[in-house]
Each structure stands twice: as structure tokens, then as C-alpha cells.
């Protein structure tokens, strides 16, 4: 991976020697309101030119409204490249999680939660497996599924999220795509923590969300949620992990380049249930 130089253990294949890549852009918490209608879009119309496919790692309102989902739409509508998000807990803040996926649904974006979708880039396949994820924390150093209803009810539903990942990704595995890249809200990884407060770290991010990206395989994790943390970790079996959250990226959205193992070219984009 290029810009900002990475490895992937896909680099080693020989059928992804070829300069084949697909261009990823992401960004996440840009917690946008109706005083902000118009602020990304000049970045975003430029996404074109250099990206093949617009990541949004969640949080991408500030209170999860109807309205301020309609800002983000318009913001992301028809730039000329497949945009592809999952939601944060700002975007089920207000419990209307549902009509704000459903805003940007129609304004062209696909929202994931335990899903999948492939895209045909450069003569072969790139496939995105997204859920928002939860808390919990990070291995020695997490919630256990013990005691009070609700105490096992939280830590359930860091599993749910991380069940549905590792389903969305092994779907990836059978559709044959060149690079697998894994789009969450949480972190999956401290590492990419290291400047938030430690004594929070449970509540940014889950290892289950790490075991099921290690277990499926995947070529690159995307995250947001953590606005103080570091941009690069990666997972105990190697998997590059990026923190794309705004305020850790300084700038409209950070681009990597992953190699892409050519296959037969895709004409239509299909989409899997978790």
C-alpha cells in the first residue's frame, strides 16, 4: 500500500504484480450539521481524479437527525465514484439510526451493518465488509459476558458486530475479490488509540472486532471514533489498521493504495446480507 506507504500481504501474490491497485479514500467523524452544508464537497469533487471508491467510517452527523443526514447527502451525492459508509454512535444518537441510513441510501451511498459489497476497479474486485462495531475493550483488558443483564447484554453486542464482520468478510473470501478491506466505526486495535486517555480505551474500540478481521482476512481495516489517536496500527496477524477519523487525519480524506489482484471485470455491483 502507497500514500502513505504500506505493505499488504497481498503485495506478495504473484497475480497482484501486475501495478493493478485500487485507490481508497476515507474519512470519518466529520459530525457535519446544517451550518456546514457545502464545507467537504469542494474536496470531495476531487475525489474522482484520485480515488476509486469513498470510505465514510461513521459518525458522520452530529446528533443522528434526518437533517443533518440530509447535509451529508448532499455533500456526497454524485461525485463520480462509489461512497460507501457505516454508521457511528453520533448517528444513533437520536434513534432515528434507520432514516438516516435511508437519506443516504438515496443520495447513492451504501450504508453497511454486517454487510458486504463488491466493486469492479481496474479489471478486478474490491470488496468492503462494514458494521459500525461497538466497545468493550482490548485483549487482558476487556468486558467479560459475566454477571448482570446488563453488563452481558453490552458485551453481546460487541460480539453481534463482530459476528457480522467476520460474516460480511468470509462472504468477500468466496466472491473472489483482489482486496478486502474492513470498514468499522470502532477501533478494532490500541494501537491506534495512543493519544487518547488509556482509561477510555474500552469504550473506543473492541478486540473481537480484530479477531474476526485476523479470522476472515482482510488487506486493510478503516476506523474512526478515536479524534485523539494515532492513524496506523495493525492487528496481531498483520492486517494494516487506519484511523481515519478527521480530527487525527487533519484533512478532507486520507487516500491509500492497495494492490488488486486481477480478476475477470465485474459489471454490476452486488451487495451481500450479513
Do not use: W
Not at 455533500?75 to 432515528?96: K, M, T
Not at 478532507?252 to 451487495?271: E, M
Amino acid at each position: 500500500m502507497t500514500a502513505p506507504g504500506l505493505a499488504s500481504p497481498a503485495a506478495a501474490s504473484p497475480t497482484a504484480q501486475d501495478g493493478a491497485v485500487v485507490r481508497v479514500a476515507a474519512v470519518g467523524d466529520i459530525h457535519l450539521g446544517p451550518d456546514c452544508r457545502g464545507l467537504l464537497r469542494p474536496s470531495f469533487e476531487t475525489l474522482h481524479h484520485s480515488a476509486d471508491v469513498l470510505l465514510l467510517a461513521g459518525d458522520l452527523t452530529r446528533h443522528g437527525t434526518v437533517a443533518e443526514a440530509e447535509v451529508v447527502a448532499e455533500e456526497v451525492r454524485d461525485l463520480g465514484v462509489p461512497v460507501v459508509a457505516v454508521l457511528g454512535n453520533h448517528d444513533y444518537h437520536s434513534e432515528q439510526e434507520a432514516d438516516v441510513a435511508r437519506v443516504l441510501t438515496e443520495a447513492g451511498v451504501t450504508v453497511l451493518e454486517g454487510e458486504s459489497v463488491v466493486l469492479p476497479v481496474a479489471g478486478g474486485k474490491v470488496g468492503i465488509a462494514g458494521t459500525k462495531g461497538f466497545c468493550g475493550g482490548f485483549a487482558g483488558r476487556s468486558a467479560g459476558e459475566f454477571g448482570e443483564r446488563e453488563m452481558k447484554e453490552f458485551v453481546r453486542t460487541s460480539r453481534r458486530g463482530a459476528d457480522g464482520l467476520r460474516r460480511a468478510l468470509t462472504a468477500l473470501n468466496a466472491d473472489g475479490c483482489g482486496a478486502r478491506i474492513a470498514l468499522t466505526h470502532f477501533a478494532p486495535v490500541p494501537d491506534t488509540l495512543a493519544g487518547e486517555p488509556v482509561e477510555i480505551y474500552p469504550f473506543l474500540g473492541s478486540y473481537l472486532l480484530a479477531e474476526a478481521i485476523d479470522e476472515s482476512g482482510a488487506d486493510l481495516a478503516v476506523h474512526g471514533h478515536a479524534h485523539l489517536g494515532t492513524e496506523h496500527g495493525m492487528t496481531a496477524a498483520g492486517v494494516r489498521v487506519r484511523n481515519v477519523a478527521q480530527p487525527v487525519i487533519r484533512r478532507a480524506f486520507a487516500l491509500y493504495h492497495l494492490p488488486l489482484a486481477r480478476t475477470t471485470p465485474v459489471p454490476v455491483v452486488t451487495r451481500t446480507p450479513g
